[in-house]
């Protein structure tokens, strides 16, 4: 089972960026698809953005045109460039990847945004 592990995570101003990342500890291209969820207090788990094998990505219409979800394969890392944050973006982001026979989740990295 490749584990997968967040970091990045802070407290930041409304308006500003952050850059999360999720370091895996096989081949990142083990999954079909890596991406990245998020909670809020009292909330759902909610999709995010994800990026499959052969590169394509989806974003939850929340985040598009604001977050960027990449990849690198060298590096057996995936990262997500989240800017123009909003307080609503507060929560818990967590790095998931699936596929190949596996379902992996990482332990989440909190993300505050202040107004």
């Known amino acids: 089972q490749v584990q997968l592990v967040e970091s990045g995570g802070g407290l930041v101003q409304s308006g500003g960026s952050l850059r999360l990342s999720c370091a895996a500890s096989?081949?990142?291209?083990?999954?079909?698809?890596t991406g990245w969820y998020r909670q809020a207090p009292g909330n759902e788990r909610e999709f995010v953005a994800r990026?499959?094998?052969?590169?394509?990505?989806y974003y939850a219409d929340s985040v598009k045109g604001r977050f960027t979800i990449s990849r690198d394969n060298a590096k057996n890392t995936v990262s997500l460039q989240m800017n123009s944050l909003k307080p609503e973006d507060t929560a818990v982001y967590y790095c998931?990847?699936?596929?190949?026979?596996?379902?992996?989740w990482g332990e989440g990295t909190l993300v505050t945004v202040s107004s």
């Open positions: 096989g081949s990142i291209l083990s999954f079909y698809y």
């Open positions: 990026i499959t094998s052969n590169g394509s990505t």
């Open positions: 998931r990847g699936s596929g190949g026979g596996m379902n992996s």
